[in-house]
């Protein structure tokens, strides 16, 4: 299966095999297929609230990956509540991949508050590529004292996308406006900075003192 070059960049991120994957909104489990296809996990988690979809993705589960090395399963229900306590880790080493994209900053935000809680009881690593409010985003991570593997700029089809791999086990720290991200002699990324400068200045009528800081943070990079 063929990805787009967004998912593609995600899927790029995977790099150790994990004990458990939840791919998370990931656009009708394209995702969540080539990681089981590839072997990235011994369970793969398939996690969408919308039923009839995910009633189509498990026939198809059924119709491919009947007999993968990999172990599958697809759970109709909201983010917020996955069942993490259900798949109990037996060592420290294990981990939990959770991967959320194609929703947007303020509803991927509810869901980090939900489940960031949960980082003293697993071990838990974030893959996530927000549509929009990607600072809203950073600020949730930083309040909750995550740290940073690697972030990426990309470009798609009109559409610029961050994407974060973070962990509360990581060292590097999280920046509000990015760091690693920036190629500041790329024209690309020029741009981007210039667009969401713009953005943020759009707002201000409306959000005063507090989008004027954020404003200042990307004008300082």
């Given at each position: 299966?063929?990805?787009?070059?967004?998912?593609?960049?995600?899927?790029?991120?995977?790099?150790?095999?994990?004990?458990?994957?939840?791919?998370?909104?990931?656009?009708?489990?394209?995702?969540?297929?080539?990681?089981?296809?590839?072997?990235?996990?011994?369970?793969v988690?398939?996690?969408?609230?919308?039923?009839?979809?995910?009633?189509?993705?498990?026939?198809?589960?059924?119709?491919?990956?009947?007999?993968?090395?990999?172990?599958?399963?697809?759970?109709?229900?909201?983010v917020?509540?996955?069942?993490?306590?259900?798949?109990?880790?037996s060592?420290?080493?294990?981990?939990?991949?959770?991967?959320?994209?194609?929703?947007?900053?303020?509803?991927?935000?509810?869901?980090?508050?939900?489940?960031l809680?949960?980082?003293?009881?697993?071990?838990?690593?974030?893959?996530?590529?927000?549509?929009?409010?990607?600072?809203?985003?950073r600020?949730?991570?930083?309040?909750?004292?995550?740290?940073?593997?690697?972030?990426?700029?990309?470009?798609?089809?009109?559409?610029?996308y961050?994407?974060?791999?973070?962990?509360?086990?990581?060292?590097?720290?999280?920046?509000?406006?990015?760091?690693?991200?920036?190629?500041?002699?790329?024209?690309?990324?020029?741009?981007?900075?210039?667009?969401?400068?713009?953005?943020?200045?759009?707002?201000?009528?409306?959000?005063?003192?507090?989008?004027?800081?954020?404003?200042?943070?990307?004008?300082?990079?």
């Open positions: 299966m063929k990805l787009s070059k967004r998912l593609q960049s995600i899927f790029e991120q995977v790099k150790q095999p994990y004990t458990h994957i939840w791919d998370c909104c990931c656009d009708h489990g394209q995702l969540g297929f080539k990681l089981l296809g590839k072997d990235k996990a011994q369970h988690h398939f996690v969408d609230i919308n039923q009839n979809l995910m009633q189509k993705l498990e026939k198809k589960l059924q119709r491919y990956y009947q007999g993968s090395v990999s172990d599958w399963q697809v759970h109709c229900l909201d917020s509540q996955l069942p993490l306590k259900n798949h109990q880790q060592s420290l080493k294990e981990t939990h991949l959770i991967i959320i994209a194609g929703v947007g900053g303020q509803l991927l935000s509810t869901f980090l508050e939900a489940l809680p949960l980082n003293a009881q697993f071990n838990i690593e974030f893959l996530i590529c927000p549509v929009h409010h990607n600072f809203l985003v600020e949730t991570l930083i309040k909750h004292k995550l740290k940073l593997i690697n972030e990426l700029l990309i470009f798609e089809q009109g559409r610029y961050e994407i974060l791999h973070v962990s509360s086990r990581a060292e590097l720290p999280i920046v509000n406006v990015g760091s690693m991200m920036w190629e500041g002699d790329l024209p690309m990324h020029q741009l981007y900075l210039q667009q969401t400068i713009a953005h943020y200045q759009r707002m201000l009528k409306n959000k005063g003192a507090e989008v004027e800081k954020i404003i200042k943070a990307y004008q300082a990079l």
